[in-house]
């Protein structure tokens, strides 16, 4: 069961770091990030809407789910529109690895507010990953992140954050099919581009059959795909161990951008990708590491046990 879930919380990991592989191309060909994301949701809805055919699903939900689905669906698209927005501002691999700190925000509100219990195995695998981020996001000659490039990825993380936590502690979205929960998320994120486009934003259309492939591609893997094993993951092994795998995003776009967009890749990136992917296999493990982490501990008793 556990298992099934981690496999698809890696799969989920995977196909979201394929955005910029398929979004830089379309803004170097004159497309804006809002039109991008437009087409990228649209093309989503058609492929649940087929999915839910298929397995015979309603696309609707009632009227006492439709606020917390709202709020998914807005949480959504903020996170997509601003990550989408700060590759103008930097590298889209430096972009998805940033993206990588809401594990943390995930772990720090399931603790805080929800009162989950912050595991050894946890802290050993971000002990792990941050060192890796640090390598992946320096060249060596330090940081030279753009500030607002920055602060987008920034809010783009914690909407996603609250996203997570939203689909694993509610029962409303819970009792709502997967399909059906994310083909109301994307109309609804679908909402926010039209309004951004109605305050000036001009839409800008794909010109070329190239194009439309590439948006097609978005709206297929970092969208349906990404988002219904993200869905059913958190179901299986919680919002805190799906949020951990996110390790292999940054990893993915690193990948994609040597091969895909002719990035540099150095050994640097290799070290940091290895280290977070280590990590990632040691959330696999957490039940035998928290076990193995508990037999040494009694190993060595407190002297203050007993006074």
């Not at 689905?69 to 590759?87: D, H, K, P, R």
């Not at 219904?228 to 990948?255: D, H, N």
Request: hydrophobic residues 55%; contains cysteine; proline residues 4%.
């Amino acid at each position: 069961m556990k298992f099934k879930g981690y496999l698809l919380a890696a799969l989920a990991a995977a196909t979201y770091g394929t955005n910029p592989a398929f979004a830089v191309p379309l803004y170097s060909a004159g497309m804006n990030a809002t039109s991008v994301l437009f087409f990228r949701y649209l093309s989503g809805l058609v492929f649940l809407a087929l999915l839910a055919l298929v397995r015979g699903r309603k696309v609707t939900v009632s009227r006492a789910k439709l606020a917390p689905v709202a709020i998914l669906g807005i949480l959504m698209a903020l996170s997509s529109l601003t990550l989408f927005e700060s590759y103008n501002y930097m590298n889209s691999g430096v972009a998805s690895t940033l993206l990588f700190v809401y594990p943390l925000f995930v772990a720090i509100i399931m603790t805080l507010v929800y009162h989950e219990r912050f595991r050894a195995a946890t802290a050993i695998c971000l002990a792990l990953m941050l060192p890796g981020l640090v390598l992946l996001m320096s060249d060596g000659s330090g940081f030279a992140l753009d500030a607002f490039g920055t602060l987008l990825v920034m809010v783009s993380s914690v909407s996603y954050s609250v996203y997570l936590v939203m689909v694993s502690v509610s029962r409303r979205l819970n009792s709502i099919p997967t399909v059906t929960l994310l083909f109301q998320v994307l109309l609804f994120g679908l909402l926010l581009f039209v309004f951004v486009f109605a305050l000036g934003m001009p839409l800008t259309m794909p010109t070329e059959p190239w194009m439309w492939l590439n948006i097609a591609a978005l709206g297929l893997l970092p969208t349906v795909i990404s988002l219904v094993c993200t869905t059913v993951a958190i179901q299986k092994i919680g919002s805190t161990a799906t949020a951990l795998f996110g390790a292999l995003e940054p990893v993915t776009a690193v990948v994609l951008s040597v091969t895909v967009l002719g990035q540099d890749f150095t050994m640097r990136d290799i070290i940091g990708s290895l280290l977070i992917v280590a990590g990632t296999t040691l959330i696999v493990a957490s039940d035998s590491v928290d076990v193995a982490l508990l037999r040494v501990r009694r190993l060595f008793p407190s002297k203050r046990r007993g006074h």
